[in-house]
């Protein structure tokens, strides 16, 4: 019913910049909190950004001031601007979205396939 693609991930070297998306898709009503998770190699799935549908941002303190997350409600899409990558911010980076999907009353959780970020010299 509800799909989340992203795209944007990729090799990068310390310093570098990325730019992910993530655009969710099918049959949605409305769609709250969207964020950006991410899970390094033998570590536990961590938030990266969370963005309200009203705008409001937390992000976690290991990426404040480097990463900024948007959205455009009309294109049902978030984004991360990554800058200042460092080797720790290799990752999978998944999106998900709490969705409201035509026909129902409450927001369900929903992930992304997951794009691997690496940063690297």
């Known amino acids: 019913q509800v799909q989340l693609v992203e795209s944007g991930g990729g090799l990068v070297q310390p310093g570098g910049s990325l730019r992910l998306s993530c655009a969710a898709s099918?049959?949605?009503?409305?769609?709250?909190?969207m964020g950006w998770y991410r899970q390094a190699p033998g570590k536990q799935r961590e938030l990266v950004a969370l963005?309200?549908?009203?705008?409001?941002?937390n992000y976690v303190d290991s990426v404040k001031g480097r990463f900024t997350i948007s959205r455009d409600n009309a294109k049902n899409t978030v984004y991360l601007q990554m800058n200042s990558l460092k080797p720790e911010d290799t990752a999978v980076y998944y999106c998900?979205?709490?969705?409201?999907?035509?026909?129902?009353?409450?927001?369900?959780?929903?992930w992304g396939q997951g794009t691997q970020v690496t940063v690297s010299s």
């Open positions: 963005i309200g549908r009203g705008g409001t941002i």
């Open positions: 998900n979205a709490a969705i409201v999907v035509v026909t129902t009353n409450r927001p369900y959780d929903y």
């Open positions: 099918g049959r949605i009503f409305s769609i709250n909190a």
